[in-house]
């Protein structure tokens, strides 16, 4: 029989194999992203036809926690908060002064932070991934939980008429309304759980009818009866947002170019890369939207844009861009780049608030560090809408 202290030493060294990454516990829960959960592959397998070759790869939305940089000995430890780059805003005729400067409201740690919207009193609201939660951010910056258990809850929007949608990105994967009554609008797509489509659900914008558009490897409509459509082939799908007057959807990402024949013999050239999820570099896409939701006349709309998007009141639209020198970029509603707003850290997305709505904020998450920041604006958000 083993001595006491010979199981005790047994017991620390199984402790230390599961800190470093050779026995890891199953993930499930809050926090955890669909896809990296230990149920998301047998489930899929036994519930969508046909049975997926592999578990499908995420969007936009971050990993789960401990998932990204986990090798054979664990994750590495956070590095700590990023350092703010220098930068200079020059002037933006009708959107921003020359001069303004960015000013951090709100720090926090792990993959929290995402998805953005306007409250009515001039602060924000903001999905809180790791946490399963929606926190409050009012306008004097005091800081409060408005939803919880949300199921690793991703993105936020709210339609004209006040109704509060999130996507959520745990298992099973769903688009809930959390007001005026909290319930599940979409969990299927063509008679199958959402997770068939696989990849995480990224972000969504609410019409007026009582339905969403959604992000996830590609965009959907959800009617207001939870009915889900897939609209168009652009690839490298990331943010979403409704026009100011609900006509154009914006959506990044890009049009697939036809196909070239190849030359005699040669074997082809490799897709490009680059920011926007996969899609050459990044970009816009618009879609006409019709009387019942539906989506007609997909085209390439701008040749920036990579990840989280607003408009203002002028039909103005914001994106986060990344890359070493990562930006905001301004795009006027016929598609021309007014010009780009620099940044003291790569946002994910941003988002207009603040009393009259004239102040943007923009929104660092590295996985591992979330920061929150405000900038002064001459635009001023579109009112009738939270974002």
């Not at 998932?67 to 054979?72: H, I, N, P």
């Not at 609201?125 to 951010?137: G, P, R, W, Y």
């Not at 969403?212 to 897939?230: C, E, I, L, R, S």
Request: with cysteine.
């Amino acid at each position: 029989m083993k001595s006491k202290g010979m199981l005790l030493t047994a017991l620390g060294c199984l402790g230390a194999m599961t800190i470093f990454g050779q026995a890891p516990a199953p993930q499930q829960g809050p926090g955890v992203q669909a896809p990296q959960d230990s149920r998301y592959a047998e489930f899929r397998a036994s519930k969508c036809t046909p049975p997926p070759a592999a578990a499908g790869g995420g969007a936009r939305g971050p990993a789960a926690p401990g998932a990204a940089g986990a090798g054979a000995r664990g994750p590495a430890a956070p590095a700590g908060p990023p350092a703010h780059r220098e930068y200079t805003v020059t002037e933006i005729p009708g959107v921003i002064a020359a001069g303004q400067r960015w000013k951090s409201i709100w720090t926090g740690t792990g993959n929290n932070a995402d998805g953005p919207i306007a409250t009515a009193d001039g602060g924000l609201l903001v999905a809180q991934n790791t946490n399963s939660t929606v926190m409050k951010i009012d306008k004097d910056n005091k800081v409060s939980i408005a939803y919880r258990d949300t199921n690793t809850g991703g993105a936020l929007a709210q339609s004209k008429s006040g109704a509060l949608f999130m996507v959520s990105r745990g298992f099973p994967t769903s688009v809930i309304q959390l007001e005026p009554t909290r319930r599940t609008l979409t969990d299927m797509y063509n008679g199958q759980p959402l997770d068939c489509i696989g990849g995480v659900i990224n972000d969504l914008t609410a019409d007026s009818k009582g339905g969403v558009y959604f992000t996830m490897g590609g965009v959907y409509y959800a009617n207001p009866k939870g009915v889900v459509t897939k609209y168009g082939t652009l690839t490298g799908v990331n943010g979403i947002i409704l026009s100011p007057d609900e006509k154009t959807l914006y959506v990044t990402g890009r049009i697939p170019a036809p196909a070239a024949p190849p030359a005699a013999g040669a074997a082809g050239a490799a897709p490009a890369g680059g920011r926007g999820g996969g899609g050459g570099g990044g970009g816009l896409v618009a879609f006409d939207v019709q009387a019942d939701g539906s989506l007609t006349n997909e085209r390439q709309f701008a040749q920036v844009g990579g990840d989280g998007t607003t408009v203002d009141s002028q039909g103005r639209i914001y994106t986060t861009t990344g890359g070493q020198a990562g930006d905001i970029q301004v795009i006027s509603p016929d598609g021309k780049v007014l010009g780009s707003i620099p940044l003291p850290m790569n946002f994910i997305t941003v988002a207009f608030s603040g009393p009259d709505k004239k102040t943007l904020y923009g929104i660092f998450n590295n996985r591992e560090y979330d920061e929150i920041f405000t900038i002064q604006m001459i635009a001023q958000g579109y009112k009738d809408r939270a974002k």
